[in-house]
């Protein structure tokens, strides 16, 4: 079994910065592409980044890209989002998610396992 803990939300202004953790135990990751996954109130959980498992072909949604970076070290055990110039719409509950494969996938039914969320609020 594979256990992911987020870490690094809170709230911040409008044009702030955060930055997201993901440390994964249990079962090794290492080999398994990883992803974020965002849920704001009323909507569905849809997709920020995602990446493979030796940290290449990052991918992103629109609305994130250029202010959003994913990463991932410490054996590949650990993924970051750096998230710059942030926005009141950017406020949700961040999900990270290992994958079922060796890449990052868009599809939440691509990924297997699944953490408990940090919250990310940003005021205007």
């Known amino acids: 079994q594979v256990q992911l803990v987020e870490s690094g939300g809170g709230s911040v202004q409008s044009g702030g910065s955060l930055r997201l953790s993901c440390a994964a135990s249990g079962r090794m990751v290492s080999n398994n592409g990883m992803g974020w996954f965002r849920q704001a109130p009323g909507k569905e959980r849809e997709f920020v980044a995602a990446i493979d498992w030796r940290g290449g072909h990052p991918i992103y949604q629109d609305s994130v890209k250029g202010r959003f970076t994913i990463s991932r070290e410490n054996a590949r055990t650990v993924m970051y989002l750096q998230m710059n110039n942030l926005k009141p719409e950017d406020t949700a509950v961040y999900y990270c998610?290992?994958?079922?494969?060796?890449?990052?996938?868009?599809?939440?039914?691509?990924?297997?396992?699944w953490g408990q969320g940090t919250q990310v609020t940003v005021s205007s």
């Open positions: 998610a290992a994958a079922r494969s060796s890449l990052g996938s868009t599809r939440k039914d691509q990924y297997q396992y």
